[in-house]
């Protein structure tokens, strides 16, 4: 039986909300029990737990679920701005069948990490190997989690999925890839949505699997429908390559199941590239439920020296969703930089990772943008030009998944998670902003 299944879990969700609200509490305690809390930890109230800078009071609580967006914002039930500002956990996507970390940490131990950084959602890769072919997680890659051992992808997947939820950390479904492996290149056979060995009716089938398969789960807040079209993919035209007419199918197809889903679509071009949604927007058959998002990283722009250069850059390929006349939501799925020294995270010289990220983050922090930084790993997981437990470097947590790998990293990351939240409708500010950037 599915780990979330049927109206029991209908009956724990239930229970969970009174709880959540009635009885605050706080995470398991290590010890030999530490591999069996990953099925009994209970939620915490979001305001509940101590956290750097307020990093806890930022979780989602679930009597404020579920999300919906209202023009430029994603908002709450009660119509109030939400900002998703979490990290990406990888892993489950590749041949490993499971999220990085489960060798070296107990899970609990990992999901307490993402929580006392204040991190407040988390996008979860998956194939769609993984789900139709659910092979069991190899052994290796569970060595610290042994109640998880003989498990398949699927149970594993669920497993971290709710370990998450039951900490008050949102999850959003990321569907990575088709086959299993390490994400991207243009000759990797998934490049598009689907492949001859996964159809599109198969992308369709395995989202209406996954959206049910969550849908008792309110902090399963989305879906996000494909990772980094790119390639042949196209914006409108033939249909064989228009990833917007596509995104179209997968995003009905996952409200058919769960209407109260947000679905983030990506841009084409490794989603650096959202232009196309200004002529051509995506139209979903239940409303306020889109999230554009598009991916940045250092190499997406080149030749900048200062904020404004960058920005210029930006602006015509997405930053226009923000700060242009009409605004809607965006979250910035993917951004990353090297975890090896502080310039890293700061600097003036042009084509620096340092220059990059401080431009980014600038623009992200001073319009609320959403985001989800690449990657919360401290390891690599197995894949083309990766080795299995290698260090990550660019990774929030050390190699041994225990600390953060660059203290100034995570400390620029927790200013992020201050939301600041600009009105709409609040002109002068906003566009006293929008005159200063452009």
């Known amino acids: 039986m599915s780990f979330f299944d049927g109206s029991a879990l209908k009956v724990r969700w239930l229970c969970r909300l009174a709880v ?18 990953v099925a009994s930890a209970r939620p915490v109230a979001a305001s509940s737990a101590p956290g750097a800078h307020g990093g806890a009071s930022n979780l989602l609580a679930l009597g404020t679920l579920p999300l919906h967006t209202a023009g430029a914002q994603v908002v709450n039930r009660f119509g109030r701005p939400v900002r998703l500002a979490g990290v990406n956990w990888y892993g489950a996507e590749s041949v490993d069948f499971a999220p990085g970390g489960l060798q070296l940490r107990p899970l609990w131990e990992i999901v307490s990490q993402i929580r006392q950084l204040g991190f407040n959602v988390v996008r979860l890769p998956y194939s769609n190997q993984m789900v139709e072919q659910d092979p069991v997680v190899p052994s290796y890659a569970l060595k610290a989690n042994p109640g998880l051992e003989g498990l398949r992808a699927m149970q594993v997947y669920e497993r971290v999925v709710h370990a998450l939820t039951s900490q008050g950390i949102a999850v959003i479904l990321d569907d990575h890839n088709s086959n299993a492996e390490w994400c991207c290149s243009g000759t990797d056979g998934n490049t598009l949505w689907y492949n001859s060995q996964y159809p599109q009716s198969a992308w369709l089938a395995d989202w209406k699997k996954m959206a049910a398969t969550f849908r008792g789960d309110p902090l399963v807040i989305g879906a996000d429908l494909r990772n980094e079209p790119r390639a042949a993919a196209t914006w409108g ?11 179209e199918l997968g995003g009905d197809a996952v409200l058919s199941v769960n209407p109260h889903l947000l679905v983030f679509v990506e841009g084409t071009s490794y989603a650096g590239n959202l232009s196309g949604a200004k002529g051509l927007p995506v139209v979903l058959n239940v409303p306020n439920q889109l999230v554009y998002e598009v991916h940045d990283y250092a190499w997406y722009e080149s030749g900048f020296s200062d904020y404004q250069q960058w920005y210029q850059q930006v602006y015509p390929k997405w930053a226009y969703l923000v700060t242009g006349r009409h605004p809607v939501p965006l979250m910035v799925g993917e951004f990353g930089t090297c975890d090896t020294s502080l310039s890293c995270v700061t600097g003036t010289t042009p084509g620096t990772n340092g220059l990059w990220f401080h431009v980014l983050t600038t623009f992200l922090q001073r319009y609320d943008v959403n985001w989800t930084y690449w990657a919360v790993n401290g390891t690599q997981s197995t894949g083309a ?34 939301p600041v939240f600009i009105s709409p409708a609040n002109t002068p500010s906003r566009g006293a902003r929008l005159r200063r950037d452009r």
Request: glycine content about 10%.
């Open 20 to 37: 959540a609200v009635l009885v605050p509490l706080t995470l398991l305690a290590a010890g030999a029990a530490g591999a069996s809390a």
């Open 237 to 247: 035209g033939p249909s064989s390559t228009n990833w917007q007419a596509a995104a």
């Open 385 to 418: 030009g990766r080795s299995y437990g290698a260090p990550e470097t660019y990774g929030v947590l050390n190699p041994s998944w225990d600390a953060p790998a660059l203290p100034a990293l995570t400390e620029r990351l927790r200013q992020m998670e201050r």
